[in-house]
Every structure is written in structure tokens, then in C-alpha cells.
Antibody, heavy 115, light 107 residues
Framework: QVQLKETGPGLVQPTQTLSITCTVS????????MQWVRQTPGKGLEWMGF???????EYNSEFKSRLSISRDTSKNQVFLKMNSLKTEDTGVYYC?????????WGQGVMVTVSS | DIVLTQSPTTLSVTPGETVSLSCRAS??????LHWYQQKTNESPRLLIK???QSISGIPSRFSASGSGTDFTLNINNVEFDDVSSYFC?????????FGAGTKLELK
């Protein structure tokens, strides 16, 4: 069955870089777009960006200068990296599957940005 | 960016009632509007895609309609299990955006 699971650091210091891995099973990354969505107290659900089945990416301009999405298809993993973290980046980060409607979501990983 | 405005913010209903949740877009988005349910401490779950298309495994009491700028999610015969927040999402243009949600509570 389709499964997605995010793993990440939990606590990150301001100005540092966030790295989250989404490990998937039950489908191929070369057949589906993969999305990153976050949910913060300040802005609610925010679409961050995606990586296409072919490997190219698209980002929300809100994050474009500090966000990177990549993947390793051999390991069934998708990666999010975001630098220059601020306290406002505190929230739950999700990976999800789909081009526009997101039919499967990971459980999410809570990230706290604090010194 | 396309702004989605959901109303009401909170809805308190009695089990068995039928309710309608609204989502309005700041620009026309055709039918590129999707609805999600999110229970407390859970991930969002896709309920409806493309404004009115049902999703396998979702109870038939959930239905939706609309196009352009005005969209509605209907829940017939509300059950205790429906206590959740409901979000709309547009994928007409980047950046994809979500509404702020409607929280459904039971009396």
C-alpha cells in the first residue's frame, strides 16, 4: 500500500538549515509528482513546492530563495532543504503525493525553530 | 496569489444535520478546487477533487459543487466522526493556496 513518512530534526536553531526526508513506498517517484506542504500557526497550510515525476522542480516564490527539493529514486526518497530558518518557520512539514490534488500525505514532522 | 476565503470559521452542529461550507476564490479558478478534511493531530485527507469529483473510500454523505469563484462542500447527516477542520485548495495557478479552514464542532 502507499505510504509516506517524513523524518527530520525536530529542533533547529534560527539561521540554520532544515533538512527533511520523505521516504515513500507502494509507488514509484518516477510516476508521481511529490509535494511539500507545511502548516504553521501563523499562516496555516502553505504549499512550498514540488518535484515532478521527471525530476524538475517548482517552488512557491515565498520560499524560492531558500528552498531546495530533490530526490533519490533508488532509495524512494524525496528531500526538502530550507536555509536561513526563522522562528516563523516553526510548524508541521508534510510531503504529499500528486500533481494538484494530493491523494496521500505523510504523517508530518514537527519542526521547532528556536535557540 | 489566489486567495481562498472559507466561511464560516467555525460551525457548531447537531448530529444528523446537513451542513454547507463555503470557499470563495479571489479570481476564477474553474474547477481546480479540492477539499480536504483534517482531524486533530492528523494529516489532511483528500475528500473531493476538482470541485465535485468524489474520492474512493470517502463516505457518500460528502459532496461538493461549484465553479469559478464560489464553491460549497456539503455534509449530509453529520456524524461524530466528522468533527474536523475542512480546507479548500486551489491548483489553478502557482502558488497553490489553501483556505484558512472551517472547523466543524458538534453540539
Amino acid at each position: 500500500q502507499v505510504q509516506l513518512k517524513e523524518t527530520g530534526p525536530g529542533l533547529v536553531q534560527p539561521t540554520q538549515t532544515l533538512s527533511i526526508t520523505c521516504t515513500v513506498s507502494g509507488f514509484s517517484l518516477t510516476s508521481y509528482y511529490m509535494q511539500w506542504v507545511r502548516q504553521t500557526p501563523g499562516k496555516g497550510l502553505e504549499w512550498m513546492g514540488f518535484i515532478r515525476s521527471g525530476g524538475s522542480t517548482e517552488y512557491n516564490s515565498e520560499f524560492k530563495s531558500r528552498l531546495s527539493i530533490s530526490r533519490d529514486t533508488s532509495k524512494n526518497q524525496v528531500f526538502l532543504k530550507m536555509n536561513s530558518l526563522k522562528t516563523e518557520d516553526t510548524g508541521v512539514y508534510y510531503c504529499a503525493r500528486g500533481y494538484n490534488n494530493f491523494d496521500y500525505w505523510g504523517q508530518g514532522v514537527m519542526v521547532t525553530v528556536s535557540s | 496569489d489566489i486567495v481562498l476565503t472559507q466561511s464560516p470559521t467555525t460551525l457548531s452542529v447537531t448530529p444528523g444535520e446537513t451542513v454547507s461550507l463555503s470557499c470563495r476564490a479571489s479570481h476564477s479558478i474553474g474547477t481546480n478546487l479540492h477539499w480536504y478534511q483534517q482531524k486533530t493531530n492528523e494529516s489532511p485527507r483528500l475528500l473531493i477533487k476538482y470541485a465535485s469529483q468524489s474520492i474512493s473510500g470517502i463516505p457518500s454523505r460528502f459532496s461538493a459543487s461549484g465553479s469559478g469563484t464560489d464553491f460549497t462542500l456539503n455534509i449530509n447527516n453529520v456524524e461524530f466522526d466528522d468533527v474536523s477542520s475542512y480546507f479548500c485548495q486551489q491548483t489553478q495557478s502557482w502558488p497553490y493556496t489553501f483556505g484558512a479552514g472551517t472547523k466543524l464542532e458538534l453540539k
